[in-house]
């Protein structure tokens, strides 16, 4: 009966996570130029930000 505690209480958390409400606002942007494979310019509207690519492992090919 102890065992099953836990595994309820997860399932009830992982089930109220999962119906939260999730919103996503749509961006247009262009890229102004490639840093070095997972770093990249990119600009929208008047704004330039620079976008850096989480776990990849990326090389620039000059070819």
């Known amino acids: 009966m102890l065992q099953k ?7 009830i958390l992982f089930l109220a996570q999962m ?3 999730v919103f996503a606002n749509n961006l247009t942007a262009t ?4 840093g070095d494979g997972d770093t990249i310019r990119v600009r929208t509207g008047n704004k330039t930000v ?3 690519l989480a776990c990849i492992d990326a090389v620039r090919f000059v070819g």
């Open 50 to 52: 620079t976008v850096r």
């Open 19 to 21: 119906s939260l409400p």
């Open 31 to 34: 890229v102004v130029s490639v």
């Open 5 to 11: 505690i836990p595994f309820v209480a997860i399932s």
